[in-house]
């Protein structure tokens, strides 16, 4: 009956997403740009201001982090071993591409749902709170993160295209399918029920996205420890960041649940 239940709200949560075409492009044209913006920071920091860079005594910590947790990469010349850099941050943006679409998509879900009437309706059915609010998450989750499976495919592409082939190899280590596979999903899921959370708790779409906003400090706090060398996110530590957002995201959704007061939130709202 569980199964049946989400399954009923992601349909309906799906069928309304198709309805709406702001809604379809922004999850299926927003990640590609997310990602050809990537791919040209990339070119344009490499082209233009690589050599000074790499003479920066932090990027050659993180060149040192680098030749430490990537001994094939020692044998490169030092501009390719500052290509491999750059592009090993990229599993890292790809987080922000569920991110970015949960702030924007995952807010209105239930505020729209308040303005047009339908909330009631659907608090009256047998549905338990966090099967909705779980439901209404991997709504938004589901196609953010084939979707971030499909700007990564792209992203490599990109990568052979600019001619940098020889270092796929180099990038597409474990621990980027780790992030891909499993960092990625735990991310995706947390951030769309925190866009639940704040749909639920706000008056209007602003407010929410504004509390939805939390997620991508810690992203880009990711992407600095990196890339500066701080923190070289091996396999083994890859997994453990997997696991340690997995287990935030089943507090989340026992806060959200908390949170959700279905008995009396619709009489608050009017």
Known sequence: MTRRRISNILRKEWHVMLRDINSALLVTLAPLLIVGQAILFIWLVDRFGGEAMVANPIFQTALEKLREVLPLAA????????QVLLL??????????????????????????????????????PVRTWELLLGKALSGAVPALV????????????VV?????????????????????????????LSFMLGVIGSSRAKDARSAQNMALVIILPVLALIGVQVTGLVWFTPLLTF???LGISLVDILVLRIAVGLFQRESIVAKWH
């Not at 044998?75 to 500052?82: D, W």
């Not at 303005?115 to 059915?125: H, K, M, N, Q, R």
Request: with cysteine; proline share 2%.
């Open 161 to 189: 295209g600019l001619g940098w082939g020889q270092l796929v190899d180099l990038v597409l280590t474990s621990s980027w399918f780790i992030f891909l596979f499993l960092v990625t999903p735990a991310v995706a899921l």
């Open 240 to 242: 453990i960041l997997a």
């Open 88 to 125: 090993s941050q990229f599993n890292l943006y790809l987080l922000l591409i569920p991110t970015m679409i949960a702030i924007s998509f995952a807010t209105f879900s239930i505020v729209d749902e308040k303005l047009s009437g339908s909330l009631e309706a659907l608090l009256a059915t």
């Open 75 to 82: 044998g490169l010349a030092v501009g390719e071993q500052f």
């Open 147 to 158: 979707m971030t499976w499909v700007c990564a495919g792209v992203f490599i592409l990109g």
